[in-house]
């Protein structure tokens, strides 16, 4: 799960499917990380940390990493939260097999649109509350996607 910061969307993303696997027992590794350094080694944004706690998933306990050309080498799938993510993630990739793995998080919920999660970092709560819900439904799709499940 690839956003800018890593402090908003992207532990959301990471949080969300942390759990929802949990509670299927399903297996798999999922993290999270930025393409920019701003943030690196501090907890997510308070006002995400807020939100997806009232909605009953904790993310607090996660910390905001750089994305590097390495992540190609550990995982299968690299899910970006917009156009810029894409692009800076994309510039990193060294082969065919690594732009594949990249393709946007929304995909799993609105098939080949490239739609993007709205950057709630400037908004309001209300925006992060909109970003919950949005993340929510595409982390189900992605797992009915890729567990194949009913
Ligand atoms: P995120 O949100 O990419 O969803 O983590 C942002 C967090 C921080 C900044 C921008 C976006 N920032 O400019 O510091």
């Not at 299968?76 to 946007?104: C, R």
Request: charged share 25%.
């Amino acid at each position: 799960m690839v956003c800018l910061g890593n402090i908003c969307r992207s532990p959301l993303a990471d949080g969300l499917l942390l759990r929802k696997i949990k509670e299927r027992n399903l297996n798999a590794h999922v993290d999270s990380a930025g393409t920019a350094n701003y943030h690196i080694g501090k907890a997510p944004d308070s006002r995400m940390i807020k939100t997806a706690a009232k909605f009953g998933t904790p993310i607090e306990f996660l910390r905001a990493r750089q994305f590097t050309a390495q992540d190609f080498q550990n995982f299968d799938h690299i899910l970006v939260m917009d156009q810029s993510n894409y692009s800076d993630v994309i510039a990193l990739a060294q082969t065919e097999a690594d732009q594949k793995k990249v393709n946007f998080f929304l995909d799993y919920l609105y098939p080949n649109q490239n739609s993007e999660v709205p950057d709630p970092y400037y908004g309001t709560l209300k925006d992060f509350e909109a970003v919950y819900q949005l993340v929510d439904e595409a982390t189900d799709a992605l797992i009915q996607k890729l567990f194949h499940e009913q």
